[in-house]
């Protein structure tokens, strides 16, 4: 997982959700708005935008998010995993008001400086219509997708919580794997960081995790490898 894109309406949450997504996958933030709205709310012309987007889109690692719906297409290419926010309406409005009213005056920190909140009555009602003008069109962009792209909808807080969990889990129990490769490297060119190391295991190193090395028995091939890989991956 290389390249994570996050989109939905407008309060969906998909900001607080890259921002979360972030240091567990450690993979580079953008955040769109930053970029495309300049001090005192100044939009991005569309010729700049566009050159913008499409080298963010050819990084080899990123999580983006945001919509913008004429460079989405070159978005969801390159995107190994796409998560939508499919929030229901009411709940993006309550979340964008309640957004307003915290940073009343300041600027959010997913925006670029000199864009302090702000909120009228016209981005209320594109956000009351985003179902019936968007959905449709994005169900249909996600269906076009290659068979190798995972895509993830996300409905309601307790849907995205546990797939928070499940990612953080994923990632733990790969650390462990990486640290236990290590030992078994460091043990092989007797180095003593095997036995300092070892002993500071988790304590929720399971037995499980400890017989996933016996995949690995001729260690003395790879223990140079297993150190370099878990001195990059740390």
Not at 70 to 77: I, P, Q, S
Not at 87 to 113: A, M
Request: proline content about 5%; hydrophobic content about 35%; aromatic content about 12%.
């Amino acid at each position: 997982m290389q390249r994570v894109l996050i989109i939905g309406c407008s309060g969906s949450g998909k900001s607080t959700l890259s921002t979360q997504l972030q240091p567990i996958l450690k993979l580079p933030l953008i955040h769109l708005d930053r970029y495309f709205w300049k001090p005192n709310w100044e939009a991005t012309q569309d010729e700049e935008w566009d050159q913008r987007v499409a080298e963010f889109a050819a990084e080899k690692k990123w999580i983006i998010d945001g919509n913008y719906s004429r460079t989405l297409d070159l978005r969801l290419r390159r995107a190994d995993l796409i998560i939508w926010l499919d929030i229901p309406r009411r709940v993006c409005l309550y979340r964008v008001i309640k957004r307003w009213i915290k940073y009343y005056g300041r600027t959010r920190p997913d925006l670029n400086e000199g864009c302090p909140e702000k909120i009228d009555w016209a981005f209320l009602r594109w956000i009351w219509n985003y179902p019936t003008r968007t959905r449709s069109r994005t169900i249909g962009k996600l269906q076009e997708l290659e068979p190798h792209q995972q895509v993830i909808i996300i409905k309601n807080r307790k849907q995205l919580h546990a797939y928070i969990e499940q990612l953080r889990q994923q990632h733990t129990d790969t650390h462990i794997e990486y640290l236990l490769l290590y030992i078994l490297a460091a043990k092989k060119l007797n180095h003593p960081s095997a036995y300092l190391v070892s002993n500071c295991l988790p304590a929720t190193t399971t037995s499980t995790h400890r017989m996933s090395t016996a995949q690995h028995p001729d260690v003395s091939l790879n223990c140079c490898y297993s150190l370099y890989v878990w001195n990059t991956f740390k």
